[in-house]
């Protein structure tokens, strides 16, 4: 990696004042995997992403086919995305429709970022990122496919494709500010083999994008978090023809589990139960005493209607963690909402199979009943008999 690369969100002044300029505490331990406290505890647990299944967001394409084989026309706005959200306008012609850059690749541009009003907010001469990885704002990722080598034109953006409703610090950006965009295609190369790359280059390539994915998170851009953890995780995971030592495996271990976690948190936000406790899944065959895997499992299981199983998981949690406020509140919220359920269960068998303990109490009444007729019946039939057999000798005496 060059000291051109884009900046990981541990250095990014976006990631670290986010948290300041919206007034509330940062969501990140130490900047490194998020709290449960503010994250977990609601009345109302939040949704999840999925990386692979379940819902999916659609990504937002520019409307221009890359190759379309012909230059954008000079000093004419084209309507990107047809809604008329994301306007460029070419200021000066690039080296042809073939120089385009493709996603995935390292691009380099020369960037000015001002307000709609004109006012300059930052100067960039070298911004490298990977494009099409969510590295930088919507708007750059989009136009900057459709740009030629050398090209320098000018964007307008809308609010939802830069900073959006909470503006950032770094650069100063309002809330909900539309941004005037001046940009210069410089260079373009394939991105590195992953399985190449050092251990090292690999820890400092997954982090970044993993605090990439942070960033958004604290944004509430959930889908695009669960991409750059995504990418984060594909990087620890690649295969090496590197040698790599015991430690250095546990660091890309330790990133791998954070991308993890910090997934299944913003999966949670997206209502995709099952990817989230894919994640926390493969969270604790790493590490079996997890915490904030063990929680979040609990979680998902609960929002799943599988009371019995999610507190057997936050007891667990609650074991290993005796001080932990947020899994008792859980942990009893969840055993209350079991008992609910359990008692809605009893009263609807009742209701399904009548009283049955009045229908056998009612049994017993009868049988007993026919066993005292019974009895006086086989009383009386003997004394009757008993009394005929005595008359009969009487009668008989009597003629002798």
């Known amino acids: 990696m060059t000291d051109k690369e884009v900046k990981g969100a541990g250095d990014n002044p976006e990631m670290v004042l986010l948290g300041k300029k919206s007034g509330k505490a940062s969501l990140l331990d130490s900047g490194e995997d998020f709290e449960m406290l503010d994250d977990d505890i609601d009345d109302n647990p939040p949704p999840l992403e999925d990386a692979g299944g379940g819902k999916k967001t659609k990504t937002e394409e520019p409307a221009e086919d890359q190759n379309t084989g012909t230059s954008a026309p000079l000093d004419e706005w084209m309507d990107m995305l047809g809604n008329g959200q994301l306007k460029k306008k070419v200021l000066q012609v690039g080296n042809g429709p073939d120089s385009r850059p493709t996603k995935g690749q390292n691009v380099m541009i020369h960037l000015k970022t001002s307000l709609a009003d004109g006012t300059l907010i930052e100067e960039q001469p070298e911004l490298s990122f ?40 770094a650069p100063d950006v309002p809330p909900n500010a539309a941004l005037a965009l001046e940009v210069q295609l410089l260079d373009a190369t394939e991105a590195p083999d992953l399985e190449l790359l050092s251990p090292q280059e690999r820890i400092a390539l997954a982090g970044q994008k993993r605090e990439r994915g942070n960033v958004y998170y604290q944004r509430a851009d959930y889908a695009f978090a669960v991409n750059s953890y995504g990418i984060a995780l594909q990087v620890t995971e690649s295969s ?56 979040r499992k609990g979680k998902v299981l609960a929002l799943q209607g599988e009371y019995a199983e999610a507190i057997k998981i936050l007891k667990r ?13 859980e942990l009893s919220k969840l055993v209350k909402k079991h008992s609910e359920q359990k008692g809605a269960e009893q009263a609807m068998y009742k209701k399904m199979l009548g009283n049955p303990a009045s229908g056998s109490s009612g049994m017993q009444k009868h049988q007993a009943r026919s066993s005292w007729v019974v009895s006086w019946k086989w009383l009386f039939g003997a004394t009757a008999v008993a009394i005929g057999g005595v008359a009969l000798s009487v009668v008989i005496a009597a003629r002798n």
């Open 130 to 169: 990977t494009l099409g990885d969510g590295d930088v704002i919507q708007a750059l990722d989009l136009t900057v496919q459709l740009m030629e080598m050398r090209e320098k034109a000018l964007v307008q953006a809308n609010a939802k494709y830069a900073y959006g409703a909470l503006g950032s610090l």
């Open 240 to 295: 090496s023809k590197v040698d790599i030592s015991p430690e250095e495996e546990e660091e890309l271990m330790d990133v791998k589990v954070k991308c993890l976690n910090n997934m299944a948190a913003a999966q949670l936000k997206l209502d995709h139960y099952e990817a989230a406790l894919r994640s926390c899944v493969s969270v604790l065959a790493h590490q079996p005493d997890n915490i904030k895997a063990l929680f």
């Open 317 to 329: 949690a609650l074991k290993l963690e005796p001080s932990n406020k947020t899994i008792h509140a």
